[in-house]
């Protein structure tokens, strides 16, 4: 009996046990909940479902969306690898540059994802063109749909730091000794080296030798006298901008807007090196026993309703041409469809080979 | 010792003292006073008193749902917990082949690493396929957790009292199940309700076994670590000190609870 055959058809031990829970513990209704039809179960950055973006994609997509705790995008492919992994949810989104290789898997046939049927994804030629690359696919058949994009870049507080500072310009903001003491630096290997290779003039950082390595860890470490604090998670770099205890840090998008919306006078640089974006991709775990429904949340994804409200609500962007469609040109630039438009640098968060050896040298960099 | 010295000491233990209770409350005292803080940083300075952030705690529908179902799993893993524990600490009055190592064994979820143990429920269950959920993977979890304190809780208990009550009750013609019921429980059950309440508080604060498992359920641990990495949110002081008190409490209940067993177990011990 195949595997489809035992799902549709028998019960497998997965539904035994399942329904062995249900009987012993029926009067609790959580199970019961997770058992509805058109629930889906879903892995991604939980702001992608805030305040009414979830109602939106529910009420588009006719579907009840259960968002899981999201930690990361190497956590998502991580789940989406371990035993069991590709039934667990039903739908899920990383980072497109290094969710291709394990989602393929080595070659046809070992996908992890369902190909996606874009017959009941018409919103897929909706995909702008900056991101087409950034779909997943083999032999003419798509797994990965690009559906959210955004950037990293220098965060800083306007009432502190001038705006028309050449360093709001620039990432020197968080190297540079004019602001010393009030820098924040994110402790993370892969995002601080490549903004700092940058601004050293590194035209490809992710193809950084073991020398370029050690040159940049030097920098960083002359460069540490200036930090005030390296900090791990978003809220800490919110907390430390409002206090005031850092007046310009690495930033991410949903620090600077989260802050905005409460009124604290905090931007973003448009650097001139680039700002490092990303793109996150949808894809559907070929075990996903609602890929109907799965398919339906990507089209809605994809979709005007969504695609507008998406920057609005959480500062991320579409990678829809639908998203930007209706926006001023001013909403356009501050939210940074410039980047797409081609009037804003960016250089795409690219994952190096040897990226062992970056962890090793920011390691230095912390402990010196 | 010179008399100086002797005099210094009782000085120095209560300076000691004194720190040891600084390093131990000031963190929950700055909590509770950050809590009616009127500002949007977490942090000082205190700019007034307000309740607004215990107004935000009651009235998040998803903190109120984590809290639910940490209370209720909580509850039954509890249940479980203790229930399993009894049987085992029951099982090891007699002997049989293998006894001494299963005391060790029991232990091993107490001495693993919750990062680790949270990997290999994670792993494992995949295998199994057992599915994410509350009352799946969560809650076996939980139990695997728990089982071990609640084994450490109830075995002492047991071995504790007099045994001849029990060889007296069956000497006067009672079955093995009515002495239980009739002897053994009435005993120790002031121990297995201190066992409960036990398992349940280190149930309801479990966080890292439970992020690997709990799929898309949120338990209030799970809930809390969510809006501590995500964003600045400045009524997490309030839900600090609301978990803090419902901690607490049930903590308090079962030491009051333990007491009153230890007072009654001594009566009947040998």
Request: charged letters at 20%.
């Amino acid at each position: 009996m195949s595997r489809d055959q035992s799902r549709s058809g028998g019960v497998d031990r997965r539904e035994f046990l399942k329904w062995s829970a249900a009987a012993g513990l029926g009067t609790f209704g959580g199970l019961a909940q997770a058992q509805a039809g058109a629930t889906l179960d879903v892995l991604l950055a939980n702001a992608l479902v805030g305040g009414p973006l979830k109602g939106i994609l529910e009420k588009e997509a006719n579907i009840k969306i259960n968002d899981a705790p999201f930690q990361s995008s190497t956590d998502v492919v991580s789940r989406l690898v371990a035993p069991g992994g590709t039934g667990r949810f039903n739908l899920m989104m990383s980072h497109s540059i290094f969710s291709r290789g394990p989602i393929l898997g080595e070659k046809a046939g070992a996908e992890k994802v369902s190909a996606v049927d874009l017959k009941r994804v018409p919103n897929f030629a909706q995909v702008a063109d900056t991101f087409k690359s950034e779909i997943i696919d083999r032999d003419g058949k798509v797994y990965g749909v690009p559906v959210m994009w955004g950037y990293d870049s220098v965060l800083f507080n306007k009432d502190q730091v001038p705006e028309n500072d050449a360093y709001t310009q620039s990432w020197g903001c968080i190297f540079e000794d004019k602001y010393a003491g009030k820098i924040g630096w994110f402790d993370t290997a892969h995002q601080m080296i490549m903004a700092a290779a940058l601004y050293l003039g590194k035209a490809k950082p992710e193809q950084l030798d073991q020398n370029e390595l050690n040159e940049i860890g030097k920098f960083l470490i002359a460069k540490k006298k200036n930090v005030r604090t390296l900090w791990t998670s978003f809220a800490q770099a919110e907390n430390l901008l409002a206090s005031g205890e850092i007046i310009c840090t690495f930033g991410p998008i949903p620090v600077r807007y989260n802050l905005q919306k409460k009124n604290f006078p905090i931007t973003n640089a448009w650097c001139k090196e680039g700002v490092l974006s990303f793109v996150q991709t949808a894809y559907i775990p070929k075990d996903s026993k609602n890929q109907e429904a799965a398919h339906a949340m990507m089209n809605a994804m994809l979709g005007k309703s969504y695609a507008s409200q998406l920057s609005p609500v959480s500062g991320y962007l579409s990678a829809s041409k639908l998203g930007a469609q209706d926006l001023s040109a001013d909403e356009r630039k501050r939210w940074g469809y410039g980047i797409t438009e081609g009037t804003t640098r960016h250089y795409p968060l690219r994952m190096p080979p040897n990226l062992t050896n970056w962890i090793e040298v920011w390691s230095r960099v912390k402990s010196a | 010792m010179s008399t100086a010295k002797r005099n210094a000491m009782p000085w120095l233990l209560r300076g000691y003292a004194g720190m040891f209770y600084l390093f131990l409350y000031a963190p929950i005292a700055l909590l509770l006073a950050l809590s009616f803080n009127d500002s949007q940083v977490m942090g000082f300075p205190f700019k007034g008193a307000t309740l607004k952030w215990y107004g935000e705690v009651f009235t998040d529908g998803r903190l109120l749902d984590s809290i639910v179902n940490s209370f209720a799993v909580g509850l039954v893993a509890a249940l479980i917990a203790t229930v399993l524990a009894l049987l085992a600490a029951m099982g090891l009055r007699h002997s049989f082949p293998g006894r001494d190592a299963v005391i060790p064994l029991m232990l091993v979820p107490i001495i693993t690493p919750g990062i680790v143990s949270g990997v290999l429920l994670y792993v494992s269950f995949g295998i199994a396929g057992v599915p994410y959920g509350l009352w799946t993977a969560v809650l076996a979890a939980h139990v695997s957790w728990v089982l071990p304190f609640a084994f450490l809780t109830i075995y002492p208990r047991l071995h504790r009292f007099d045994r001849s009550l029990e060889e007296a009750a069956m000497d006067l013609g009672a079955t093995p199940v009515v002495v239980f019921r009739k002897v053994v429980l009435p005993l120790i059950r002031p121990g297995i309700i201190a066992t409960l309440l036990f398992s349940f508080t280190l149930s309801f604060d479990e966080f890292i076994r439970t992020l690997f498992v709990a799929g898309s359920e949120r338990t209030t641990p799970v809930y809390l670590w969510l809006l501590i990495v995500e964003q600045m949110a400045p009524f997490l002081p309030a839900v600090g000190v609301v978990i803090m008190l419902i901690s607490v409490t049930v903590a308090a209940l079962g030491f009051w609870v333990s007491g009153r067993a230890g007072k009654l177990a001594k009566q009947f011990e040998r």
